[in-house]
């Protein structure tokens, strides 16, 4: 399989058998469209985009930010599917990722590796 996002071979992780991984972060289940990675890639980055957004605001602080902050996390609550989780990257200090799948009633059942938005870190 190769990356629809960057050209590179991706790989299987042991956690998570019928998907493939890719060193830039994205991901695709087998068998899955490209149509359909698409339209999930563009809901992630929004997502994304709204979580870069409240750690930026976490960092400058204030209470006018902080309800904001919240109004973003509640936001994300909404719009996360998959959810995802963050951490700190041990080797460059960036945000890594990762993808928990759900059910339909919001429990967890899986979860991928994290990946380095940053430097491509895996762990
Ligand atoms: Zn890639
Ligand atoms: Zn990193």
Redesign the pocket.
């Given at each position: 399989m190769t990356?629809h996002?960057?050209?590179?071979p991706?790989y299987q992780h042991e956690a998570t058998a019928d998907r493939w991984w890719?060193?830039?972060g994205?991901w695709r289940d087998v068998g899955e469209s490209a149509d359909r990675v698409a339209a999930r890639e563009a809901e992630t980055a929004s997502v994304l985009a709204l979580l870069d957004a409240a750690i930026a605001g976490r960092r400058s602080g204030g209470e006018e930010q902080r309800i904001r902050d919240r109004e973003i996390t509640d936001q994300m609550e909404i719009t996360m599917s998959p959810r995802i989780q963050t951490t700190g990257c041990p080797k460059c200090g960036g945000t890594m990722y990762k993808t928990i799948e759900t059910d339909e009633n919001g429990n967890p059942i899986g979860a991928g590796p994290f990946v380095c938005n940053s430097c491509g870190h895996m762990m």
């Open positions: 990356c996002r960057c050209g590179q991706m890719c060193r830039c994205a």
